[in-house]
């Protein structure tokens, strides 16, 4: 089993509306999470933090749920510019501990 | 504002052929890092180095060798090129192990 899924998708949505992803690892001494955009032929980027109360940037929802060992992203009222890979990023927290990347899950928003 | 540079940005090499690729960071981060993507999969960790002075395997080092050159740069070898070795690859930076990376642009690799 590896030690970060994503279902890879695709996820393609119209325009405005609300997607979900989900990634579920399976080391439960991860501690630090993250999700990275990556956009066609283009290096990841940090999109955000994952906190244990769960964040929000704008349109952006990341939450955490350690007893089922997942977090998610929620996004809402879906842009076009939005199509991309969304990679999560799992780090067990040890001096020594080192961040695993998902696969990918790629949503494509259509007008 | 160049963040993480990556020279080149395509390349393609003969089998045997060797070729470094290298990596320059402008941010004073501490740790520094070698990723190869291949299509539909994520990225997988070659090499890395947590401070300068130090290199560390990372998931895949088979055919590869880093030199951390000082703190800024950070250079991958392959000695002797093979088709497997054909891939994206990815330099990144973080001012703590782990954590907010910043990648370069990558070098698109074909071996043949």
């Known amino acids: 089993r590896k030690e970060v899924e994503q279902d890879p998708g695709p996820f393609n949505v119209p325009e405005g509306a609300t997607v979900a992803f989900n990634c579920t690892y399976s080391n439960s001494a991860s501690q630090s999470f993250f999700w990275y955009r990556q956009d066609c032929r283009k290096e990841p980027k940090l999109l955000m933090s994952?906190?244990?109360s769960g964040n929000e940037d704008g349109r952006f929802t990341a939450q955490l749920n350690r007893a089922s060992q997942y977090i998610s992203l929620l996004i809402r009222d879906s842009k076009l510019s939005d199509s991309a890979t969304y990679l999560c990023v799992v780090k067990r927290d040890t001096n020594a501990g080192k961040s695993t990347f998902g696969d990918g899950t790629t949503l494509t928003v259509k007008p | 504002n160049a963040g993480v540079t990556q020279t080149p940005k395509f390349q393609v090499l003969k089998t045997g052929q060797s070729m470094t690729l290298q990596c320059a960071q402008d941010m004073n981060h501490n740790s520094m890092y070698w990723y190869r993507q291949d299509p539909g999969m994520g990225l997988r960790l070659i090499y890395y180095s947590a401070s300068e002075g130090t290199t560390d395997k990372g998931e895949v080092p088979n055919g590869y060798n880093v030199s951390r050159l000082n703190k800024r740069e950070f250079s991958l070898r392959l000695e002797s090129a093979a088709p497997s070795q054909t891939s994206v690859y990815f330099c990144a930076s973080s001012e703590v192990w782990g954590y907010g990376y910043t990648f370069g642009s990558g070098t698109r690799l074909t071996v043949v």
């Open positions: 994952v906190y244990s």
